[in-house]
């Protein structure tokens, strides 16, 4: 189960990288024209609906790629199966057609039905989809129809299945979504203690990679808070001044600051002949953190080495969240509490005293840096540069540098290492990857050499499993995973 729930957190990956260019059009666009009504600029008015076409169709983005991602060899046709389910699901669920199955006005149908257009049911329809395609791709059918054999089979059976799924959520679908919202209002309820303790679970799923699912609660239209639409405003989506973005503004002062003192601080703590091994690491994830808001580069390098730390560093998260929810400051995202994204949300229409990030990263930069400093040196955690001798790899200097060794992104070289040390292909059985790790399955985990593999430059390893491994590369994770691919096929 833990197998499935990471890969359909990764899947889900796929539709949310698409965020980005939505944050960049909404924001520019805001930024020329505040009220993006298109009274002031027509060109502003073009951007943020550019943007809002993205943000208002995230559930079909989400069948979609969760039909792929969820596919044994991320295949489009199971895509486009998602989008089958999604269109059958939503159509037969729809107010007007609840209501024409009750033989009741559509005023009378319950709520739910009015949110049946989430990305909780477009996560259900890639499922459907991916499931589907994973067992009829190769169908084989009698020669009158073999037409219709193969791929061509799995949009006609996820039609029927999504048909049997609609008739179960007719009846499911209130008490599910009746459940998600007083979940989502329990939380509210409590005001900044609730975004506290959102962001503070957020970071603690980070090594499951399940704080994808809890995301979608809080940011999407899931159970009725929506934080990311209603602070941009997209679709007719209403926020409250000063109570919506509660659910992304603590991010920004632990992303663009926090982590990166912890960083600098995780550095000076470092064993004087080991501080030049880790600079590049510490350096680059510190950088990624700031502006891009991708942070599992840097949390990976102590996560499992000082887990305590770790721990240190979800309370803080949750400190900040409840912080920023209690000051009248909100900043919101598309993609990541970054730089970017801070800096293009200022005009959002539910934006409240952005520039007070600066002030409240740079207070929770010196509590980071002395709590991890002094964590660090008391406990003897051993984070990065402080590992014992024995465990070091022959050629340190090559540990960790990606800086000087991969300076020419020899990614091919990188996969040839890690390949190496995961025991050769012929101990590889299955090879994916999330937005910034290799999730591969092997067949040994006794023949796996992670001295090896850190060779490579990679910042951590993590063996959720008997037979699974995950190798944390960072945010170029893609193109150390097909030159894996190309290692793993040739030849066979």
């Known amino acids: 189960m833990m197998k499935y729930l990471q890969r359909l957190g990764k899947s889900l990956m796929l539709p949310v990288a698409c965020l980005p260019v939505a944050s960049i059009f909404m924001g520019i666009g805001y930024w020329i024209d505040p009220t993006g009504m298109g009274a002031n600029s027509v060109l502003a008015a073009f951007l943020i609906k550019a943007g809002g076409a993205l943000i208002d169709n995230m559930a079909i983005l989400f069948a979609i790629g969760v039909g792929v991602g969820m596919s ?37 149908v319950a709520f739910a039905f009015t949110k049946i257009k989430t990305q909780f049911t477009g996560i259900i329809s890639g499922l459907i989809g991916a499931s589907c395609y994973n067992r009829f791709k190769k169908t084989k059918l009698p020669d009158a129809l073999s037409f219709f054999s193969g791929k061509r089979s799995v949009a006609i059976v996820t039609a029927a299945t999504s048909a049997l799924a609609a008739l179960v959520l007719f009846f499911v679908w209130p008490v599910v979504f009746n459940a998600l919202v007083s979940f989502g209002e329990s939380i509210i309820s409590t ?16 090594p499951t990679g399940l704080h994808h699912a809890l995301n979608s609660v809080f940011w999407f239209d899931v159970a009725g808070i929506n934080d990311i639409a209603n602070f941009w405003g997209t679709a007719g989506a209403v926020g409250t001044k000063g ?72 309370v803080l998260t949750g400190i900040s969240g409840v912080v920023c929810t209690l000051l009248p400051v909100r900043s919101g995202f598309n993609f990541s509490a970054g730089f970017v994204d801070w800096f293009l949300s200022f005009k959002a229409p539910m934006a409240e005293n952005p520039w007070m990030i600066i002030p409240i990263g740079l207070a929770f930069a010196l509590v980071y840096y002395v709590v991890f400093r002094f964590a660090i040196v008391k406990f003897n955690l051993h984070t990065p540069g402080r590992e014992e001798d024995e465990v070091e790899i022959d050629n340190t200097s090559k540990a960790l540098d990606n800086s000087s060794r991969f300076s020419n992104n020899s990614f091919a070289e990188k996969a ?77």
Request: proline fraction near 3%; charged fraction near 20%; hydrophobic fraction near 45%.
């Open 243 to 314: 109570v919506t973005g509660m659910y992304m503004t603590g991010f920004f002062p632990i992303m663009m600051f926090g982590l990166p003192a912890g960083a600098l601080a995780m550095y000076h703590t470092a064993k004087d002949k080991k501080k030049k091994v880790v600079y590049g690491l510490l350096l680059a994830t510190a950088i990624s953190s700031f502006f891009t808001g991708v942070t599992e580069p840097l949390e990976f390098a102590f996560m499992f080495l000082a887990p305590g730390l770790y721990f240190i560093h979800a």
């Open 72 to 108: 044994d060899d991320n295949d489009g046709t199971a895509g486009l199966a998602g989008l089958v389910s999604w269109l059958i699901i939503t159509t037969l669920l729809a107010p007007e057609a609840v209501a024409f199955f009750k033989g009741v006005d559509v005023s009378e």
């Open 191 to 206: 005001g900044a203690v609730g975004s506290g303790i959102y962001m503070f679970l957020n970071r603690l799923l980070i």
């Open 416 to 492: 040839e290492i890690i390949l190496r040390g995961l025991g050769g292909k012929e101990n590889l059985v299955s090879i994916d990857n999330c937005i910034t790790r290799l999730r591969l399955e092997i067949k040994d985990q006794s023949l796996v050499d992670e001295k090896v593999i850190k060779s490579s430059g990679i910042s951590g390893i993590i063996r959720p499993g008997k037979n699974s491994i995950q190798i944390v590369v960072g945010t170029q994770v893609q193109f150390v995973a097909d030159e894996l691919e190309k290692l793993y096929n040739s030849n066979r």
